[in-house]
């Protein structure tokens, strides 16, 4: 059964399987990685129960948009060991998906549970992103899927908030 995240105050849950994930910990990240990206550490419940946890990398960027200004954080989930850590927390589901699928049901849930960062400056999006060497080195087919690009990267999932009135 595919997840569908719905997004909760300092959560994403999808009712049906009973998974939650939670806003993240964020921190600077620690050399040897990139001293301008953040660290991002989930933890993953099933029915109120802690099962699992993932932590990746990302950045953040304004840019201007046709709307106006957003600010853009980047979920990095094209490292091996992110996209191995979703697959193992695939197998805890039992989940019988499609590794992409689950990934990309995954990938939302991560973006969602990010969405309660909002501005009266400008509109808050996160994107989540991998590469096709990525999927290619986990043996995640895209196989009769055009997934979204952009640049060099395939778009899992993303998520706004747009520019807050106040």
């Not at 301008?36 to 129960?49: A, D, P, R």
Request: aromatic residues 8%.
């Amino acid at each position: 059964m595919p997840l569908e995240f719905e997004r909760q105050p300092g959560s994403a849950v999808d009712r049906h399987t009973g998974v939650t994930i939670t806003a993240p910990r964020i921190l600077p990240a620690s050399p040897p990685e990139d001293p301008s990206h953040t660290e991002y550490q989930y933890l993953f419940y099933l029915n109120g129960q802690r099962v699992d946890g993932l932590g990746l990398f990302g950045c953040d960027e304004v840019v201007e948009t046709q709307n106006g200004r957003e600010r853009v954080f980047t979920l990095d989930l094209g490292r091996d060991w992110v996209l191995k850590s979703v697959l193992g927390f695939k197998q805890t589901l039992n989940n019988q998906d499609s590794d992409f699928a689950f990934l990309c049901s995954v990938a939302q849930g991560l973006v969602l549970a990010n969405m309660d960062h909002s501005s009266a400056r400008y509109g808050v999006r996160y994107v989540a992103i991998t590469t096709p060497e990525a999927l290619a080195r986990n043996d995640i087919s895209t196989v009769g899927l055009a997934p979204p690009h952009h640049g060099d990267a395939i778009i899992l999932a993303e998520a706004v908030n747009p520019v807050r009135a106040d």
